[in-house]
């Protein structure tokens, strides 16, 4: 009896200790998707954002979703006065009837919703709750157990919420989304309506690292080593001064650690820290198009070999250098630009374009010699940059149409602390085709001027550009000097600015007027030589394509989209 009675008490104490053990090693951080069980509505009722308000004949989805896909066609379009350089429309009954105006056709606007609920009872040690939307068409106002948690009129940047102080665990959560696809300008391109990307629920300990807490960046020595530089950001949440450890792991292309190490630290109630690490990399693997190889940066919080946070990012060791006398170096030497621009992510699938049909598309883009992609007019999905870094495409990251633009907006902040990350990244544009480009003493050139600062703030490591047209090249006019990235002038008005402003920094894209310095032809589908060259012109850098011939399938960088 007795033998019995040490074997349960043996037992017991094993069990326990098996416990403690799975409890230090479990995760605090929960990042899920919570793209299931999403309840839709394409009407506007009264009442939709309240917790109990009774939404069981509302369509069950899930999202990604686009609505505005969904919908009938109009038969009439948007049209813009040609000779109206505001592009207001002039035909109000039909912008309010066709959702894209003239660029994107006919779809039809109007308000949708969608509500959700969200069981959080099993999340009992997480103190900290986030709700993060990778991209809403339009105009997005958000509720959360009825509170209004804020709007979000631009449609492709991503965004979070604290909903911290309202979530219940002794009850459903209820999350309501009103969006507004009613009226675009007519010059709009169509990017549906909807939930249209992921959305996460991330849940944290009261020690945590913030959201896009996080910038990785290297340079490399003279002797070919490299050094990995680590930014973080860490937030004490809670009540009370905490001590815990932080632990960076780095671990190389082929999975072998090459960095470790910890140090102890003490965060004192609702506060906020950076700390900063610098690690040495004997012969590093070089990320560039043709062998994209990716380092893993591991940034982890712990407390007593508990695991209360992790973030990991993946991290591509290159130099990106554009010079005004030697062109674009990619890891110390010449490199030359193949590229298309991409505009939408829209089609018969509307605005929820898969993964995998992007995987597709990248694919096809390689087999044609494309090492280079311009993502224009907006944001893509973080998906895309993922598989840019994978696949090894060189990416133009672009933000708003300057219209949208607003220095004291969150919309540029998030889009930088999103994408700063991605070794894919070369250059960031503020946008496009400004109206601002063309008059002196522009107030866009000042806002342009203050966009870049911003952005040189949150990530110094990169250039800022801007995709002007067709420019105005006098000094004094419209966009501020070291943002020009010219997409279209001619040949002349190109070498008049090397004369008159040497030493800035421009790229052009071949248009016919430039005579190539090299023809190639692409023979089978595949490139037989070299489709383009970067030389030295009037102390700009010059992109300069292949030349047009018949039977020549020319790639032309920032001329060709999808």
Not at 49 to 77: F, G, I
Not at 251 to 265: C, N, Q
Not at 423 to 446: C, D, F, N, P, Y
């Amino acid at each position: 009896m007795k033998s019995l009675h040490w074997t349960i008490l043996g037992i017991m104490f094993m069990l326990a200790t098996w416990s403690i053990y799975r409890t230090r090693e479990t995760p605090l951080r929960n990042d899920s998707n919570i793209d299931l069980n999403w309840r839709f509505s394409r009407d506007d009722p009264a009442g939709a954002d309240k917790p109990e308000y009774d939404d069981s004949d509302w369509k069950y989805l899930s999202v990604p979703h686009d609505w505005v896909t969904e919908q009938s066609v109009s038969r009439t379009r948007a049209t813009r006065n040609p000779t109206n350089p505001s592009g207001k429309p002039i035909n109000p009954s039909a912008h309010s009837a066709n959702l894209s105006g003239r660029i994107a056709g006919s779809d039809q606007g109007a308000v949708g919703w969608y509500r959700r609920t969200l069981d959080l009872s099993s999340y009992r040690e997480q103190k900290k709750f986030y709700i993060l939307f990778e991209g809403i068409q339009r105009n997005s106002e958000i509720y959360f157990n009825g509170k209004y948690l804020g709007k979000q009129a631009y449609g492709y940047v991503s965004f979070y919420h604290d909903i911290t102080p309202l979530i219940r665990r002794d009850t459903l959560n209820v999350i309501a989304v009103r969006t507004d696809c009613s009226s675009l300008s007519a010059d709009c391109l169509n990017g549906g309506g909807g939930i249209y990307r992921h959305v996460k629920l991330i849940a944290k300990h009261a020690v945590h690292i913030p959201i896009w807490g996080t910038a990785v960046s290297s340079d490399r020595d003279n002797e070919g080593h490299a050094d990995i530089s680590i930014s973080m950001d860490i937030q004490n949440s809670g009540k009370r001064t905490e001590g815990f450890e932080v632990k960076f792991d780095i671990v190389d292309p082929e999975g072998r650690t090459v960095v470790t190490d910890k140090s102890a630290e003490v965060l004192s109630p609702e506060s906020r820290t950076s700390i900063s690490r610098v690690f040495h990399i004997e012969h590093p693997e070089l990320w560039s198009p043709a062998s994209p190889d990716l380092y893993s940066v591991h940034c982890y919080l712990m407390d007593k070999n508990r695991q209360i946070d992790h973030v990991g990012t993946m991290h591509g060791i290159r130099s990106a250098i554009f010079d005004p006398d030697k062109g674009f170096l990619l890891n110390g030497k010449q490199f030359v630009l193949n590229g298309v621009y991409i505009t939408r992510e829209d089609g018969e699938t509307g605005a929820t374009l898969p993964v995998e049909t992007w995987k597709n598309i990248l694919h096809l883009l390689k087999e044609q010699g494309v090492n280079a992609i311009r993502l224009v007019h907006h944001p893509h999905a973080p998906e895309v940059l993922d598989l840019c870094d994978r696949m090894g495409f060189l990416v133009i990251d672009e933000i708003f149409d300057p219209k949208l633009a607003d220095s004291r907006s969150p919309d540029l902040s998030n889009f930088i602390l999103r994408d700063r990350n991605h070794a894919s990244v070369i250059l960031w544009s503020l946008g496009q085709e400004s109206m601002g480009q063309l008059h002196k003493r522009s107030k866009e050139g000042t806002l342009f001027q203050d966009l870049k600062e911003l952005v040189i703030t949150l990530d110094p490591t990169r250039k800022v550009s801007i995709a002007s047209y067709p420019g105005n090249l006098s000094p004094g006019y419209g966009i501020p000097p070291g943002l020009r990235h010219m997409k279209a002038f001619d040949a002349g008005q190109f070498n008049r600015m090397g004369k008159d402003q040497p030493g800035e920094l421009a790229m052009k894209s071949d248009r016919n007027e430039v005579k190539p310095a090299k023809r190639t032809v692409l023979n089978k589908g595949n490139v037989a030589d070299s489709t383009a060259r970067a030389v030295r012109k009037g102390k700009q850098l010059l992109i300069l394509q292949a030349g047009s011939e018949p039977g020549d399938l020319i790639i032309r960088t920032g001329e060709k989209g999808l």
